[in-house]
């Protein structure tokens, strides 16, 4: 895998820890977010376990997003080039899953997640026997475009009619899992990972959705547009819940290198 890593060891303090030894990696995916990323960092909780580690995953920033986070008691890791929201992701989960954390909790960059509710998402985990955590915004009043809130509900739908799970903020990247989960998931898109994740784990773990309050960005702005997104929710349906229930017939009609190519457009979205 093409990335350099480094990381700040904490040095020893005497801290009455919530969780103590359990086994935390807080994943934050990162690209040109040297305005946020800072300030992010500054707000992740000291007192969240002996065992905690934050990794930031700086997916080729052009910017001084890997200079400021190095400032920081963190494990650095970086993409030589920029390969997406999801790559970043998924080298993150890969580092936990090497290194057997306990629960790994995935958090923006760009200060529009508040660490503050790191602490909530673990809880649930460890008093209701729940695998997967989410965020759910809308919760409280969340300021967002009609045609943005519109997509979201048909999203919602989406979920209730054909997976028979209701996910109030399925775009959402706040969001915590267990061990278990995370040994048995494979992650293979490299955009629309936060659906991917949706479609792998809710229908077969036990999941909660938290409220939270999500802040507008103070610098920048999201590169993911919803058109695209949703244009990408419509492959990945096609992926996870057409395609595994017609397999035997497509592999009479269609040849093997026809699917080879479909499933290498699908992995890329």
């Known amino acids: 895998m093409n990335y350099t890593s480094k990381k700040v060891k904490l040095e020893p303090q005497n801290i009455n820890y919530i969780y103590p030894g359990l086994n935390i990696g807080i994943v934050i995916p990162a690209y040109n977010e040297e305005l946020n990323i800072g300030k992010t960092l500054e707000q992740i909780p000291t007192n969240i376990s002996d065992k905690f580690e934050v990794i930031v995953v700086d997916d080729g920033s052009a910017d001084k997003t890997s200079e400021i986070a190095s400032h920081y008691n963190i494990n650095l890791i970086k993409h030589s080039q920029n390969r997406g929201y ?121 999941y909660k959705q938290i409220p939270i309050v999500v802040k507008q960005r103070d610098h920048g702005k999201s590169f993911i547009t919803m058109r695209n997104y949703f244009s990408k929710i419509i492959l990945l349906f096609i992926k996870y819940y057409i395609f595994p229930r017609i397999k035997g017939i497509t592999h009479k009609i269609f040849s093997k290198k026809f699917r080879d190519r479909v499933r290498i457009y699908i992995l890329k979205t």
């Open 86 to 206: 999801g790559a970043a992701v998924r080298t993150g989960l890969d580092y936990c899953k090497n290194n057997k954390f306990d629960i790994v909790i995935i958090l923006d960059a760009d200060g529009q997640h508040n660490p503050k509710y790191i602490k909530d998402f673990i809880k649930p985990i460890l008093e209701d026997n729940i695998d997967f955590v989410l965020g759910n915004r809308f919760k409280y009043y969340y300021e967002i475009e009609t045609y943005k809130k519109l997509c979201l509900k048909i999203m919602t739908a989406f979920y209730m009619v054909f997976l028979h799970k209701k996910v109030m903020d399925p775009t959402n990247g706040y969001r915590a899992l267990t061990s278990k989960v995370l040994e048995n998931l494979e992650i293979e898109s490299e955009y629309s990972i936060s659906q991917e994740m949706l479609f792998k784990i809710i229908p077969y773990y036990n």
